[in-house]
């Protein structure tokens, strides 16, 4: 097994537990294995530490992200520490091209807008979850078809919509997470084609 001395994060580790704990419920480690492995993935610094913990276990888990595993992790997810916030007052930021998003990233606008595409993004982890807030303002979220999203929220005097007209997502596709709150605004977020594949130049 390679010797992937990468860095894992605080999502990584979450991932392997949860995992071990699916696992345990199911009858495949006892309470002992699991508390034994739970204490390795919370103290473990790289996934080369991750990976032997879930190797003999299956994932099982509906909508489950692969396990950690050397040289299995999608080339969009880079481990590279990326952008946990971007905000708008009275302004209208806008994220696109080659940037890197954190594993938590937080988009607000206050009679402004925020506009996130992640169709040439790269991803800190796995799994990326978005906290959208619009307060008399609007976030756009686009996220690519080799992806998986997840999104929901609420609005009150405003809109929350979510619309996925991509193609399925490859399987061990990275998961992004969208969570919206809109007052008196709007959340709009959606699921296309990669620019390449559509033929769209420029960022």
């Known amino acids: 097994m390679p010797d992937d001395q990468r860095r894992a994060s605080h999502a990584d580790r979450d991932e392997v537990v949860e ?8 009858g ?3 309470m002992a ?3 034994e492995r739970v204490d ?5 610094r790289t996934y080369a530490e991750l990976a032997p913990l879930t190797a003999d276990l299956p994932d099982q888990r509906p909508g489950a992200t692969p396990a950690v595993r050397p040289g299995a992790v999608p080339a969009r997810v880079t481990g590279q ?12 930021p806008e994220r696109a091209g080659r940037w890197v998003v954190g594993s ?4 607000g606008a206050v009679m402004g807008s925020v506009d996130l595409d992640l ?4 991803f800190e982890t796995a799994e990326v979850r978005i906290r959208a807030f619009a307060l008399m303002g609007g976030v756009d979220v686009v996220v690519p078809d080799d992806c998986v999203l997840d999104a929901g929220g609420f609005a009150l005097m405003g809109g929350f919509d979510e619309s996925d007209k991509g193609d399925p997502a490859p399987s061990g596709a990275p998961v992004v997470r969208v969570r919206g709150f809109a007052l008196m605004g709007g959340i709009d977020v959606r699921r296309r084609r990669r620019r390449a594949d559509r033929g769209e130049l420029g960022p």
Not at 40 to 44: E, N
Not at 81 to 92: I, N, V
Request: aromatic share 8%.
């Open 28 to 30: 495949r480690l006892t």
């Open 19 to 26: 995992r071990l704990r699916v696992a345990a419920g199911d």
């Open 119 to 122: 169709r040439e993004a790269q």
């Open 104 to 107: 938590r990233h937080n988009a």
């Open 81 to 92: 520490a990326g952008r946990r916030w971007t905000l708008a007052l009275f302004s209208g």
């Open 33 to 35: 294995e699991l508390e």
């Open 40 to 44: 390795a993935a919370f103290a473990a």
